[in-house]
C-alpha cells in the first residue's frame, strides 16, 4: 500500500490496534490506514501534508520523522524537524481520520524534535531534541491533545563540542 509520501519513516499503531499511522519523512506528510480483518491494509482514510518553511537551517521544508497517538488514543502527536521545529497534533475523533488542530504547538530549542514518549499516567510527554542534545518534558492537555513545556534537560555535558576525546 502508498504510504502517500516520500521516504516512510515511522509507523505506528493506535490503541485499538484497528489503524496503522504512518510518518513520511521527507514527504513532510502523515497517513492513517485502517487494518482489514485479514491483517492487509486498506486505502488511507486520513492524510495531513505540512507546507511552508521555518527557521530550521538543517531543512527549510516539513520533515516529519514521527507519528505517535496519545495515550487516550484521541490525538496524534506530530513532529516536524523542518518547519518550526515544533510538535503539532492531530485530531483523531472516532472515525480516526486526521485533522489538524487549532491551537499553537509548543516551541522548543532552535533544533528538531525526534522522538516522544508518554508516562504510562497519560499526563506527560517526554520529547528528545535531536540536534541540541535536550530531553524536555511536557504536560499534555488531553482534552485540547496540546502539549505545554515543563523543562528541559540537557543530555551533554555544558562544554561538549561533538566530539568525544579518549585519553
Known sequence: MPSRGADPCYISFDKT??????????????????????????????????????????????????????PDNRYAIVADLGLTNSWSTALMPRKVYLLPTTHPSPKLHPAPPRHVAFHPNGERAYVIDEMVGAVSTFSLDSKKGALHLLQTVPTLPARFLGREHHR
Open 17 to 70: 490496534g484497528k489503524f496503522v499511522l504512518v510518518a513520511n519523512y521527507t514527504g513532510g506528510n502523515v497517513a492513517v490506514f485502517p487494518i482489514q480483518p485479514d491483517g492487509r491494509l486498506g486505502e488511507a482514510i486520513g492524510f495531513v501534508q505540512h507546507t511552508g518553511s521555518g527557521p530550521n537551517t538543517i531543512a527549510r521544508k516539513a520533515l516529519t520523522p514521527l507519528i505517535e497517538v496519545t
